[in-house]
């Protein structure tokens, strides 16, 4: 059984950083793809960015790019997302997951990824 377990969201005001972290367990860390979701109140989950099972590959969403850095550890089986210059609307829950085997094309589609974890909540505000 491989699971995803977010840690290192909270409160921050903004402007300021946050890195979050989501460790994975139970699979082969390594061969997976791994995304960044976010889901706000009363809105659809939603792609933020994604880097592949090697690390050379990295893909944002445009509302985040050039504030959001994904990175991972393949010796710690751990994925970051680090966040600066936070906005109001950075505001959401944040998922980790894990895709498998899907094309490149698909990678910002939840449906791709066959794992998730529980999600951890950012909020920005002052």
């Known amino acids: 059984q491989v699971t995803l377990v977010e840690s290192g969201g909270g409160l921050v005001q903004p402007g300021g950083s946050l890195r979050l972290s989501c460790g994975v367990s139970g699979g082969t860390f390594h061969r997976y793809t791994m995304g960044w979701f976010r889901q706000a109140p009363g809105k659809e989950r939603e792609f933020v960015g994604v880097?592949?099972?090697?690390?050379?590959?990295?893909l944002y969403a445009d509302s985040v790019k050039d504030r959001f850095t994904i990175s991972r550890d393949n010796a710690k089986n751990t994925v970051y997302l680090q966040m600066i210059s936070l906005k109001p609307e950075d505001t959401a829950v944040y998922y980790c997951?894990?895709?498998?085997?899907?094309?490149?094309?698909?990678?910002?589609?939840?449906?791709?990824?066959?794992?998730w974890g529980q999600g951890i909540q950012v909020t920005v505000s002052s």
């Open positions: 997951a894990a895709d498998v085997d899907s094309a490149a094309s698909q990678w910002s589609t939840a449906v791709a990824y066959d794992y």
């Open positions: 880097i592949s099972w090697s690390g050379l590959r990295t």
